[in-house]
């Protein structure tokens, strides 16, 4: 009689648990679609435009919006701080109800990028610091703060062709502390010395949930500064 009791709990539980994992999205495989720009103005400023477009399976069901531009001193070639803004629309529900509204956040952000090289290994460390503002249709206006930090290793297969990882990790200012980790490998290609394209994997982890997306990259720059070529 027990094990029947046990095994008739197991089985009104499995249900539940599948159920719970379609609604967020975790057993699919979304992805990212992302443009970044970089427009240098002279030989101390540039900005740099991105747009990414994210859904919780590959190329549907839409889940976040972003855009972002950060105006940008270099202080040397390897070195540059950033202050910027971005705007991000989420749909934080993996199934879409109608007459759903989604989370809206303004965002500013401050950042340290500086660049090494070791051998044929590129790095790039990124120390971001984020206020947001964020407009919740149910649980309404909140200001949060966090920090992200990044590092990126990149190393060349030929003179165009290239592989890529980073591993990004953020740290809420106010409860819970972790936000969440970002672990990425990609392949690149460089088209140009302007604009090179990245396909890749990231592994997105948050306290108790992980997602996985495909990851599809553009990244141009454009030189305005007097005298060069564009």
Same mark, same amino acid.
């Given at each position: 009689m027990k094990r029947l009791l046990a095994l008739t709990v197991i089985l009104s539980v499995l249900p539940l648990t599948k159920t719970n994992a379609q609604e967020t999205g975790q057993d699919k495989l979304g992805s990212w679609r992302m443009f970044f720009g970089?427009? &240098?103005? @002279? #030989?101390?400023?540039? /900005? @740099? !435009? #991105? =747009?990414?477009?994210?859904?919780? #399976?590959?190329?549907?069901? $839409?889940? %976040? +919006?972003?855009? &972002?531009?950060g105006f940008n001193w270099h202080i040397t070639d390897k070195a540059a701080v950033t202050l910027g803004y971005a705007y991000i629309s989420t749909d934080v529900t993996f199934e879409e109800p109608s007459g759903e509204e989604n989370i809206t956040e303004h965002r500013l952000y401050g950042q340290f990028i500086i660049r090494n090289s070791l051998w044929k290994f590129k790095s790039v460390h990124r120390y971001r610091f984020e206020q947001r503002f964020i407009d919740s249709p149910t649980n309404g206006n909140a200001t949060q703060y966090r920090a992200r930090y990044l590092l990126r290793l990149t190393y060349p297969i030929t003179e165009t062709?290239?592989? @890529?990882?980073? *591993? #990004? =990790? $953020? /740290? *809420? +200012? %106010?409860? !819970? /502390?972790f936000g969440q980790n970002r672990l990425y490998g990609a392949v690149g290609y460089k088209w140009s010395k302007d604009l090179r394209s990245e396909i890749g994997y990231l592994k997105n982890h948050f306290t108790g949930i992980n997602f996985d997306r495909l990851q599809l990259g553009f990244w141009y720059n454009l030189d305005l500064r007097e005298g060069r070529d564009f």
């Open positions: 970089n427009v &240098r103005l @002279s #030989e101390r400023i540039s /900005i @740099s !435009p #991105e =747009i990414q477009y994210r859904t919780y #399976e590959v190329g549907s069901n $839409f889940n %976040q +919006l972003l855009v &972002r531009n062709w290239y592989v @890529s990882a980073y *591993n #990004e =990790i $953020f /740290i *809420n +200012l %106010q409860e !819970p /502390i």
